[in-house]
C-alpha cells in the first residue's frame, strides 16, 4: 500500500515538533514526506529532518504543484481558512492547527468547503486525545457523576514580553484587515475552553446559548490576557472560566465538571483525571496517528473532527465581537495588592468554583462592562 503523500506548512515553533514527527513516519514508511513550506529558511536540523522533500518559502504554490494526500498547517490562525481551503480543494486531507478559524464565519467557510470537497478535517486540540478525556466522557455518558450541574476551568500561566513579541500576529485582534482574535481564552487557553463546552454533550450547531465576558490586558497588546467567560450550553449547563497569563505561581490548567452524584477534575496537560475513587494517568493517542488510522479505516473514530469544533469557535466569536480588553495596571494583579488575598490566583479559583466573573467579585481593577454574546437567531 502506498504510503500517504504529506506536505507541512508550517515548520518553525510549534511546526518543528511536527516536522520531526514526519520525518519519523517517513523513515518507518507510514507517510511519504512530499513538501514542507516556510517563509523562513530552514536550519541544518530542520533540512536534515526534511531530507529530500523539496522546501517552498509559499504553502499555496507548493500545496497545488504536489496535490499531496495530506496537508498539516501549523500556521498562524489568521492564515489557516484560505490555506485549509486551497488544501482541501488540491484534494488534502488536513491536520488543521487549533483553533481552526478566527471566527465563526471562518469556520462555516471551512465546513462548507469540506462538505463540498468530501476532505477529512481533523483539529489540532491535543488535548482531545488523552484518555482522560476518553474516560471522563464515558463516566459522564454512563451517569457515574449524576446530572451534570456545572463546568468550570481554570487557567494559571505566566507569559512575559518574549512571548507577546515573538510574532507580528502575536496578542493582535486584527492584522492588515484580517481577524487573529489572539488572547488567552482563544489561544494558550483554547484547550481549557474547548473541552468545558464541549463536556456537557451539547448538540454541535447549536452548542452555545450565551457566553458573558470581561477582558483585560496588561501588556501594550490589543489582545486580553486576563479574563473570566461565563458560558450556557444547550443544555442549560453553566460553564465557567477564569484565565490569565499574569499567574506569577503557575498551575497546570485543570477542568471540573460538577456532577449530582460526583465530581471530575481533569488535569488535561497531565492525561490525569481525579474522582472520588481516586485518580489514575491514561495515554494519549497522537492526533496524526488517529488521522492516519481514519483515513485508512473508517470505523476508527475521528478524535477531533472540524464540526465539533463548533462550540468553542462559539466561543471566540463572543470574544471576537467583544469591546477592546480593559487596560489594567500589572501591579494591580501581581502579589495580594488589590487583588485581595491570596491575589490573582485565588480570584482565578473563586470565580471558576462560584460561576461569577472577575468584575463580580469586588475588585477594584475588575472595571470591565458588562457584555454578553448570544449566536444569531437564538
Not at 48 to 55: E, L, R, S
Request: aromatic letters at 4%.
Amino acid at each position: 500500500m502506498t504510503p500517504p503523500r504529506v506536505v507541512l506548512v508550517g515548520a518553525h515553533g510549534h511546526g518543528r515538533g511536527h516536522l520531526d514527527q514526519l520525518a519519523k513516519l517517513h523513515a518507518a514508511g507510514m507517510v511519504e514526506l512530499a513538501g514542507v513550506a516556510d517563509p523562513r529558511p530552514p536550519c541544518p536540523e530542520q533540512r536534515a529532518a526534511a531530507a529530500d522533500a523539496p522546501w517552498r518559502r509559499d504553502a499555496a504554490s507548493l500545496i497545488e504543484a504536489l496535490a499531496p494526500d495530506l496537508a498539516v498547517i501549523v500556521t498562524p490562525v489568521h492564515t489557516h481558512v484560505e490555506l485549509a481551503e486551497a488544501a482541501m480543494r488540491a484534494g488534502a486531507h488536513l491536520l488543521l492547527e487549533k483553533p481552526p478559524a478566527p471566527s465563526l464565519a471562518g469556520l462555516d467557510r471551512l465546513l462548507s468547503v469540506q462538505a463540498e470537497t468530501g476532505r477529512t478535517v481533523q483539529v489540532g486540540f491535543q488535548a482531545f486525545g488523552s484518555g482522560a478525556v476518553t474516560e471522563l466522557r464515558r463516566r459522564i455518558d454512563a451517569g457515574d457523576l449524576g446530572d451534570i450541574e456545572a463546568i468550570s476551568a481554570t487557567g494559571l500561566w505566566w507569559r512575559g514580553e518574549a512571548y507577546w513579541n515573538r510574532a507580528g500576529w502575536a496578542g493582535r485582534r486584527f492584522l492588515d484587515g484580517h481577524d487573529v482574535n489572539d488572547g488567552a481564552l482563544t489561544n494558550p487557553f483554547a484547550h481549557a475552553v474547548a473541552l468545558a463546552v464541549t463536556l456537557d454533550g451539547s448538540p454541535g450547531d447549536r452548542s452555545v446559548r450565551s457566553v458573558e465576558l470581561d477582558t483585560y490586558r496588561t501588556r501594550p497588546v490589543e489582545a486580553h490576557d486576563t479574563a473570566s467567560a461565563r458560558i450556557r450550553t444547550a443544555h442549560g449547563t453553566r460553564v465557567t472560566v477564569a484565565a490569565t497569563l499574569c499567574a506569577e505561581a503557575e498551575e497546570d490548567p485543570v477542568v471540573v465538571v460538577h456532577g449530582s452524584r460526583d465530581t471530575a477534575t481533569l488535569f488535561y496537560t497531565q492525561d490525569r483525571l481525579v474522582t472520588a475513587a481516586g485518580q489514575a494517568h491514561h495515554e494519549r493517542t497522537d492526533l496524526l496517528e488517529n488521522l492516519l488510522g481514519h483515513l485508512a479505516d473508517p470505523s476508527v473514530p475521528l478524535l477531533v473532527p472540524l464540526a465539533a469544533t463548533r462550540a468553542f469557535t462559539e466561543v471566540a466569536e463572543a470574544v471576537r465581537q467583544s469591546p477592546p480588553p480593559t487596560p489594567v495596571s500589572e501591579d494591580h494583579l501581581s502579589g495580594t495588592g488589590s487583588a485581595g488575598e491570596g491575589g490573582l490566583t485565588a480570584l482565578t479559583h473563586e470565580a471558576a468554583a462560584t460561576g461569577r466573573l472577575y468584575r463580580e467579585l469586588g475588585i477594584g481593577w475588575a472595571t470591565a462592562p458588562a457584555w454578553t454574546w448570544t449566536p444569531k437567531g437564538s
